[in-house]
C-alpha cells in the first residue's frame, strides 16, 4: 500500500561527436553515424533518465551552441558520445562553458572488424577509441578532467552498460541533491559533537536548501490532522507492518491501540508537514517538556518517518542531517537508505549488530518489518510505537558523511554482507553485518577514519558508486576495505 512520493530522474545531456570531413569523402558514413547515434541515445534513455538529444557536432561552433543549450536546460550529466575520431576543438566550447561533470562513452559496433573486408569506412564506424585520449588530455590541460570514460562494444555489452547505468543512477542523485529541501528541526540531543553541521556549508557542498523548522510548525500539522486521515493511515500500517506478542525485552509490549492511534496521527502530520514545506526530506530532534503537545507530536514520528523514507523522502532522528543527505544518496541509487549505528559485537560467528532505535527504509526489509509498543525510548524521553527489522539478506553498503578539521566534509564507505538469524527483539532495527577480512579487523580501520556514529545503510555493493559521487562534488571520499 506504500507508493513512492519521490521517483528519481535526471536530465542527461548527450551528442555525440565527427570529424565532419569524413562526411564529404565518405558516402553515406553520415547516415550511418546517425544511425549508431540514435541507438546510443536509446540506451542511455533506457536507464530511466530523460535524454537531451543535441544530435551530432562537428565544429567548433556547434559546440559552443550546444554548450548554451546545456547550461539552459540544467543538465546533471553530460554525456559525449565518442562516435568517430573528431578533433578536441569541438569538445573544447563544452568543456569550458558547461559546469555537470562529463562522460566520454564509446561503444563500438563491431566486436571486430572483418579483416578480410576491412576498409577505412569500415575503420570510421568504429573507430569511437581514436580521439578519447586526446579529449582527457584536453581536459586536463584546460583544468576540466572528464569524470569518465566508458569503453566496449555497441550491442549486448554487459559491462559498458552497467557502467553507462551507474553514471546515470549518478546523475539521479545529483538531480535529487540539486535545489532539494531538507528540513531541519530542533537541536542536536545533548551533547553529541558529531551531529553539528553548518547549513551553509552544506548548502555550498551539496547544492541543497536546509529549511529551519519549528517545532509548533509541525504541532500547527499534527492538530489539522481529521479522522479520516488517522484510519486511513491505520489501514496503511496494519497492512505494512507485523505486530506481535512481546518476546524477552520488558520495555517491549504488544501494540497497543493508543500507540497505533498515535503513530498514525503523527503520520499523517509529518505528510501534511512535507507538503506544506515542499520537503525532500527531514532531521529533526525535540524534547519538549512532559506531558505537552511538543513532546507528544515529536515522540509521534518513528512509524511515519518510516513509511516516508519508503517513498522517497529520507526522516533522520537525533538532528542528524549529514546522515540524512546520505539516505538522500541511497535512495536516489534505489538501494534504501536506512538510519543505522553500530551495536553489540558478536565476535563467536565474527558480525557486528547494525541498527538504530529511528526511523528506517522499510521497502529494503528482510520480510515484513514489525511495530511494538515500547514503555520507554532509550536515552530519550516519551514511549510508543517502534519499528524492528533485518534489513535484507545479501550485500551491503554503508555511508558516512563526517567533516574533517578543516571543516571539510568526507565520505566514508564500505561494504559487507547481510546474512540471516536471530536480532534482538527490542522494537529497533538490527541487521547482522558481516565484514572482510574480520569484522573486529574492517570495525576498526572505520572508525580510525574519524566518522560520525551513524551512516546510512542500503543493500547492494555500490561503494565505487557512491566514491564517484563524492569525486564529482569534489568531496574527500575512502572506502573502508
Known amino acids: 500500500m506504500i507508493e513512492r512520493k519521490r521517483f528519481p530522474t535526471a536530465r542527461v545531456a548527450f551528442f555525440s561527436v565527427v570529424h565532419e570531413t569524413y562526411f564529404k569523402q565518405f558516402e553515406g558514413l553520415e547516415e550511418s553515424l546517425n544511425g ?33 543549450s546545456i547550461n539552459g536546460d540544467k543538465i546533471d550529466l553530460i554525456i559525449c558520445n565518442m562516435i568517430t575520431y573528431a578533433t578536441s576543438s569541438v569538445f573544447a566550447p563544452i568543456l569550458q562553458n558547461t559546469k555537470a561533470p ?20 569500415m575503420q570510421l564506424e568504429n573507430d569511437n577509441i581514436c580521439s578519447v585520449p586526446e579529449f582527457t588530455g584536453v581536459a586536463i590541460r584546460m583544468g576540466r578532467p572528464v569524470a569518465d570514460v566508458i569503453l566496449g562494444h555497441l550491442y549486448d555489452d554487459k559491462k559498458a552498460m552497467a557502467e553507462l547505468k551507474q553514471w546515470c543512477d549518478i546523475a539521479k542523485v545529483l538531480n535529487g541533491l540539486k535545489g532539494a529541501r531538507l528540513g531541519l528541526c530542533g537541536h542536536v540531543l545533548e551533547a553529541m559533537y558529531d551531529m553539528h553541521a553548518d547549513p551553509t556549508a552544506i548548502s555550498g557542498a551539496f547544492g541543497l536548501h536546509i529549511p529551519l523548522i519549528e517545532i509548533d510548525d509541525i504541532v500547527k500539522e499534527y492538530n489539522k490532522v481529521t479522522n479520516e486521515e488517522i484510519e486511513a493511515k491505520k489501514k496503511v500500517i496494519l497492512e505494512e ?41 527531514l532531521a529533526y530532534y525535540y524534547e519538549g517538556q512532559e506531558n505537552t503537545i511538543q513532546r507528544e507530536v515529536a515522540t509521534s514520528f ?130 547482522r553485518g558481516f565484514f572482510e577480512p574480520t569484522t573486529r579487523e574492517f570495525i576498526k580501520k572505520w572508525v580510525m577514519e574519524g566518522p560520525t556514529h551513524h551512516y546510512a545503510l542500503g543493500v547492494g555493493h555500490h561503494a565505487e558508486t557512491i566514491k564517484k559521487i563524492a569525486d564529482v562534488l569534489g568531496l574527500e571520499a575512502v572506502i573502508v576495505k
Do not use: W
Request: net charge negative.
Open 302 to 431: 518513528i512509524v511515519g518517518n518510516s513509511i516516508l523514507n519508503a517513498q522517497g523522502i529520507p526522516m533522520c532522528g537525533e538532528f542528524d542531517i549529514k546522515t540524512c543527505i546520505a539516505m538522500l544518496i541511497m535512495d536516489k541509487l534505489g538501494i534504501g537508505g536506512s538510519f543505522a549505528e553500530f551495536h553489540p559485537f558478536d565476535f563467536e560467528e565474527d558480525f557486528i549488530l547494525v541498527g538504530h532505535d529511528g526511523p528506517h527504509h522499510i521497502a529494503i526489509a528482510e520480510g515484513k518489518p514489525i511495530l511494538r509498543s515500547l514503555s520507554k525510548f532509550h536515552g530519550k524521553p516519551g514511549s510508543g510505537a517502534s519499528v524492528e527489522f533485518k534489513i535484507k539478506e545479501g550485500p551491503i553498503t554503508m555511508l558516512g558523511i563526517t567533516q574533517t578539521a578543516n571543516g571539510k566534509f568526507k565520505f566514508v564507505i564500505g561494504e559487507g554482507t547481510s546474512k540471516a538469524g536471530p536480532i534482538p527483539p527490542t522494537g529497533n532495527t538490527n541487521t
Open 102 to 121: 562529463i562522460v566520454l562513452l564509446a561503444l563500438q559496433p563491431l566486436k571486430r572488424m572483418d579483416y578480410s573486408k576491412a576498409c577505412t569506412y
Open 241 to 281: 507492518f507485523e505486530t506481535p506478542d512481546p518476546k524477552s525485552d520488558p520495555v517491549t509490549r504488544k501494540l497497543t491501540d493508543a500507540d497505533l492511534e498515535r503513530a498514525a496521527k503523527g503520520s499523517a502530520a509529518l505528510d501534511r508537514l512535507v507538503e506544506t514545506f515542499s520537503l525532500d526530506g
Open 36 to 68: 549508431y547515434h540514435k541507438q546510443t541515445a536509446d540506451l542511455v534513455a533506457a536507464n530511466g533518465v530523460q535524454v537531451f538529444d543535441y544530435g551530432i557536432v562537428g565544429s567548433n561552433q556547434k559546440g559552443y551552441e550546444v554548450a548554451d
